[in-house]
């Protein structure tokens, strides 16, 4: 049973417009959640965190917002360009365990 | 710093066959993770380990075996390959504060005919 769902396996935007990419989550314990960006052939790079006691973080061109009560997390990416063409997971811990859960991923291509 | 690095990059192995995957981090982190990752499957754990001789079972250690004898080395066993163990292995460390950032190695690609 997923525990982190990433349900767009893909997304396709124009450069220049926002990205959004979206993220549920089933376990109430979770509280803290992370964003890693995938190139092909490259290990994941953390983009960016947030954790449950705030609903926005924003950091340049990303922000990721939290909604606890409908277990669901968004990364918005404004504006898009084209190095943004990644897998991006998402990936929630709780209480301070240190595992994290990840999503399955969700590629995103911007075209030029 | 290096960061995380893993060898080999790539290996063919046979069925029945053993190796050792190779992570190592300069970073003094106290958490070290191995992840497998299948094609549109994500990011499984394999193992853990919180510190220098101590390791965990995660989500799917079946056919894997790991050590922790130093705080820079945390070396992935395989020790009868089989096909199902075709995958992506990635290596991963994180100091364990508030944040918990990972830091991934490269990825070993490893098939199994």
């Known amino acids: 049973d997923q525990q982190v769902k990433q349900n767009s396996p893909s997304l396709s935007v124009q450069e220049g417009r926002i990205s959004i990419l979206n993220c549920d989550y089933t376990?109430?314990?979770?509280?803290?959640f992370l964003w890693y960006k995938k190139y092909p052939a490259e290990g994941p790079t953390f983009l960016i965190s947030?954790?449950?006691?705030?609903d926005k973080n924003e950091d340049g061109r990303f922000t990721v917002f939290l909604n606890k009560s409908a277990k669901h997390l968004s990364l918005h990416i404004v504006p898009s360009q084209p190095g943004d063409s990644a897998v991006y997971f998402c990936a929630a811990e709780s209480g301070g365990s240190y595992i994290p859960t990840f999503g399955r991923g969700t590629s995103l291509i911007v075209h030029p | 710093n290096a960061g995380v690095t893993q060898t080999p990059k790539f290996r063919i192995l046979k069925i029945g066959q053993s190796m050792t995957l190779q992570c190592a981090q300069d970073m003094n982190h106290n958490y070290m993770y191995w992840y497998r990752q299948d094609p549109g499957m994500g990011l499984k754990l394999i193992y853990y380990?919180?510190?220098?001789?101590?390791?965990d079972k995660g989500e799917v250690p079946n056919g894997y075996n790991v050590s922790r004898s130093t705080t820079e080395d945390f070396p992935l066993r395989l020790e009868l390959a089989a096909p199902s163990q075709t995958s992506v292995y990635f290596c991963?460390?994180?100091?364990?504060?508030?944040?918990?950032?990972?830091?991934f190695g490269p990825g070993t690609r490893l098939t199994v005919l």
């Open positions: 376990n109430s314990m979770f509280d803290y």
């Open positions: 991963a460390s994180s100091s364990g504060d508030s944040y918990n950032e990972q830091f």
């Open positions: 947030i954790s449950s006691i705030k």
């Open positions: 380990s919180v510190g220098a001789g101590i390791t």
